[in-house]
Structures are given as structure tokens and as C-alpha cells.
């Protein structure tokens, strides 16, 4: 089994930044990718920011130049710099990590981005 914990979450003011971390342990084999994802109410999940394990990375056109992913592979970590936050960042932010044995959710992170 994959546990997949994030923290970081919380309430920032507009222009705010805050930075995402999801550690994975558990029987874990051969990681493929590690996102993030997040959820805002009413609307669906979408892809945030992602790593291959190639050393591929992809953001959405919301996070290009303002959000940051990276990853420590001997922690098995992911985190997310999210700069420049407005009230459309505002949502539960999950990690994602697909293994060669299948695909784990992380519970999410609240993010509130208000003034």
C-alpha cells in the first residue's frame, strides 16, 4: 500500500506564495509520475504540475511562471512552489503518483488564496 501525505496548505493573501510538499512511502515500485492536481468547488480535478520519471515536467497554462515543481527521488517528495497566488488558485490540491503497480491520491491540501 502507498500512503501519499501532503502538507503546506493554508490561507494566503493574494500575491502570496506558498510551497506544497507530498512525501510517499509504503510499498512503492518504480515510480512513472508524481503531480499535483487540485479541485476547486464546483469544477473538476485538473493538472496542476507533474515529473516523469525521465525528468519530464508539464504545467498547466495556470501555473506556468508562477508555480515551481521538483522533486527529491532519494525522499520520494514532491513539492510545489506556487508564487504570485490569486483567488482562482484557491482550491484542495492532491498528489498523484502512478507506480508500475497502479495509482495513488494523496487526501489533499487546502489552499484559500483571499483577502
Known amino acids: 500500500q502507498v500512503q501519499l501525505v501532503e502538507s503546506g496548505g493554508g490561507l494566503v493573501r493574494p500575491g502570496g506564495s506558498l510551497r506544497l510538499s507530498c512525501a510517499a512511502s509504503?510499498?512503492?515500485?518504480?515510480?512513472?509520475?508524481m503531480s499535483w492536481y487540485r479541485q476547486a468547488p464546483g469544477k473538476q480535478r485538473e493538472l496542476v504540475a507533474g515529473?516523469?520519471?525521465?525528468?519530464?515536467?508539464t504545467y498547466s497554462d495556470s501555473a506556468k511562471g508562477r508555480f515551481t515543481i521538483s522533486r527529491d527521488n532519494g525522499q520520494n517528495t514532491i513539492y510545489l512552489q506556487m508564487n504570485s497566488l490569486n483567488p482562482e488558485d484557491t482550491a484542495v490540491y492532491y498528489c498523484?503518483?502512478?507506480?508500475?503497480?497502479?495509482?495513488?491520491w494523496g487526501q489533499g491540501t487546502q489552499v484559500t488564496v483571499s483577502s
Open positions: 509504503g510499498s512503492i515500485h518504480r515510480i512513472n509520475v
Open positions: 498523484y503518483l502512478e507506480d508500475n503497480r497502479g495509482h495513488h
Open positions: 515529473t516523469s520519471s525521465g525528468g519530464g515536467i
